[in-house]
């Protein structure tokens, strides 16, 4: 998944990255390369910009392998949109449900 304007490749230049300032700022505080902070910076705009049906999904696909029942995954999965960069619509447990089996 991409966030839209963010190229991601091995050669990504921190000049054409619509974030080059966080990128340059990476650069100057972490170590990094110019391409790895960019590479970095795509990564986390693409985790936060992930569908609520496919957060959805894919969270409760890890929690389930995990070992945990869907009485512990549902309401742990609507605690954990709660918390995301750009908050969703509040979702009931029988609308997380729907999201996962239809």
């Known amino acids: 998944m991409s966030h839209p304007g963010c190229v991601v490749?091995?050669?990504?230049?921190?000049?054409?990255h619509p974030y080059e300032d966080l990128v340059a700022h990476l650069v100057r505080t972490s170590g990094l390369g110019?391409?790895?902070?960019?590479?970095?910076?795509?990564?986390?705009l693409s985790?936060?910009?992930e569908p609520v049906e496919?957060?959805?999904r894919r969270?409760?696909?890890?929690?389930?392998s995990r070992g945990l029942t869907n009485d512990e995954i549902f309401p742990r999965v609507a605690a954990e949109l709660r918390g995301r960069?750009?908050?969703p619509p509040e979702?009931?447990?029988r609308q997380l449900?729907?999201?996962v089996y239809g």
């Open 9 to 16: 490749s091995s050669s990504v230049s921190p000049a054409r």
């Open 34 to 44: 110019p391409g790895e902070a960019a590479r970095v910076v795509a990564d986390v």
């Open 47 to 49: 985790y936060f910009s």
């Open 54 to 56: 496919e957060f959805v």
């Open 59 to 64: 969270r409760h696909g890890e929690l389930k």
């Open 85 to 87: 960069r750009v908050a």
């Open 91 to 93: 979702l009931s447990l």
């Open 97 to 99: 449900r729907r999201v």
